[in-house]
C-alpha cells in the first residue's frame, strides 16, 4: 500500500496524531481507539507499517511504534505543488469575510 492509500484513512490518521506526540505502544494505541478492535487496531497498524509511515520495535513483550517522518516527505512533495494556491485563496477569503461583515454591520 502506498502512502497516500494509507493515510486516506481517518483512524489511520489519527494513529499518526498521536505518534507525532511520542512514540505508543500497541496497547496504548488500542485503548486511543475504544469503538475499534483489537485486531482492527493491528490490521492498521500494519497498514502503516507497509507504508512506511511506522516503524515498530519489540521491548520485552510490548510493540512501541514510532512515526518515521521520511515517509511524509512523499505526501510533503506532492503538497507542496498546492500551497502556492493557499495564500491567493485565502485573500481572497478574507475579502469575501470583511465584504460580509461590514454588509452584516450595515443592517
Request: no cysteine; aromatic share 8%; glycine share 2%.
Amino acid at each position: 500500500m502506498d502512502t497516500f492509500s494509507a493515510v486516506a484513512d481517518p483512524t489511520r490518521r489519527a494513529m499518526l496524531d498521536l505518534l507525532v506526540e511520542r512514540e505508543r505502544t500497541a496497547g496504548d494505541l488500542v485503548n486511543a481507539f475504544p469503538s475499534i478492535s483489537q485486531p482492527a487496531v493491528s490490521k492498521h497498524l500494519k497498514v502503516l507499517r507497509d507504508a512506511g509511515l511506522v516503524s515498530v520495535r519489540v521491548h520485552a513483550q510490548q510493540r512501541i511504534y514510532t512515526l518515521e517522518p521520511k515517509a511524509l516527505a512523499e505526501l510533503d512533495a506532492w503538497i507542496a505543488k498546492y500551497k502556492v494556491f493557499w495564500p491567493e485563496r485565502l485573500d481572497a477569503l478574507e475579502k469575501y469575510l470583511s465584504k460580509k461583515e461590514k454588509k452584516s454591520e450595515k443592517k
